[in-house]
């Protein structure tokens, strides 16, 4: 194989294994409530889901998680920051009586930048 050849073989391939890197790191992160109790707590579950509640005091911070695809249901308006593994963030507003689906969620860290208290129930596999 050729040096140039060689060169571009690893300057492509570099970027792929970084990601699958990232990847799993991002799958080994534990779940939401083993990452931080202080936050999550599972009000309920069977053998096919889990009810959780999520309270954050204002200020306060959780731990790096990762959720499976789910529900929530926002208790509270709130104003959360959510901090993703590449070192980004975006403000999230929610709306208390309002609800979502989402698709899993490999590794993330959220943080209540609002005043007050802030209460989410989620619905996950188990």
Same mark, same amino acid.
Request: glycine share 6%.
């Given at each position: !194989?050729?040096? $140039?050849?060689?060169? !571009?073989? &690893? ?9 699958? &890197?990232?990847?799993?790191? %991002?799958?080994?992160? +534990?779940?939401?409530?083993? %990452?931080?109790?202080? =936050? ?8 096919? *889901? ?7 005091? &204002?200020?306060?911070? #959780?731990? +790096? ?8 249901? *926002?208790?509270? #308006? ?5 901090? $993703? +593994? #590449?070192?980004?963030?975006? =403000? ?13 969620? +490999? ?5 209540? =930048? ?7 129930? !989620? *619905?996950?596999?188990?």
């Amino acid at each position: !194989m050729s040096t $140039a050849l060689s060169r !571009m073989t &690893a300057l492509t391939l570099l970027p792929l294994c970084a990601a699958l &890197a990232g990847s799993v790191q %991002a799958q080994t992160l +534990p779940r939401s409530y083993e %990452a931080s109790p202080d =936050v999550y707590h599972v009000i309920s579950q069977n053998e096919q *889901f889990k009810i959780i509640l999520a309270t954050w005091k &204002a200020g306060h911070r #959780d731990a +790096p998680h990762s959720h499976p695809a789910g529900a929530l249901y *926002f208790v509270d #308006d709130c104003s959360l920051r959510a901090h $993703a +593994p #590449d070192g980004s963030s975006r =403000v999230l507003y929610t709306k208390s009586g309002s609800g979502t689906v989402q698709a899993a969620i +490999p590794g993330h860290v959220i943080e209540n =930048v609002g005043s007050r208290d802030c209460r989410v129930v !989620m *619905f996950e596999p188990s």
